[in-house]
């Protein structure tokens, strides 16, 4: 049996935890599609390598429209090489990231936010 990753979960936790909370209200007709909402929240998310079956509650989200009727416009960012996240996160190219545990665990060793 195939689990998903703890980082997948927690990210996905973590924005449903933001879309949830603070639905969007100023909605100019019923349905899900982008241009029916206005006021949408920007979330940058890099993904940790190439899109892959661990990304797939993200990639149902942003296609059947669950992110944008909460308000937020979720873009999933592929990275063309293997990234640091932290540092995209540091640099503002990201909002938030997919990685993995190791190297959160790593960068806290280190001393990095």
Same mark, same amino acid.
């Given at each position: 049996?195939?689990?998903?990753?703890?980082? *997948?979960?927690?990210?996905?936790?973590?924005?449903?935890? *933001?879309?949830?909370?603070?639905?969007? +209200?100023?909605?100019?007709?019923?349905?899900?599609? /982008?241009?029916?909402?206005?006021?949408?929240?920007?979330?940058?998310?890099?993904?940790?390598?190439?899109?892959?079956?661990?990304?797939?509650?993200?990639?149902? /989200?942003?296609?059947?429209?669950?992110?944008?009727?909460?308000?937020?416009?979720?873009?999933?960012?592929?990275?063309?090489?293997?990234?640091?996240?932290?540092?995209?996160?540091? /640099?503002?190219?990201?909002?938030?990231?997919?990685?993995?545990?190791?190297?959160?665990?790593? +960068? /806290?060793?280190?001393?990095?936010?």
């Amino acid at each position: 049996m195939i689990y998903p990753r703890p980082a *997948v979960i927690i990210t996905t936790a973590l924005l449903c935890s *933001v879309a949830f909370g603070q639905q969007n +209200d100023d909605k100019t007709c019923t349905s899900a599609s /982008a241009e029916c909402v206005t006021n949408l929240e920007t979330i940058r998310l890099g993904l940790e390598w190439f899109t892959n079956p661990d990304h797939l509650p993200l990639i149902v /989200a942003q296609k059947h429209g669950i992110f944008t009727s909460f308000g937020l416009d979720v873009q999933l960012i592929e990275p063309s090489d293997h990234w640091e996240a932290e540092e995209e996160i540091l /640099a503002g190219r990201l909002d938030v990231a997919v990685t993995e545990p190791l190297h959160l665990a790593q +960068d /806290a060793a280190k001393g990095k936010p």
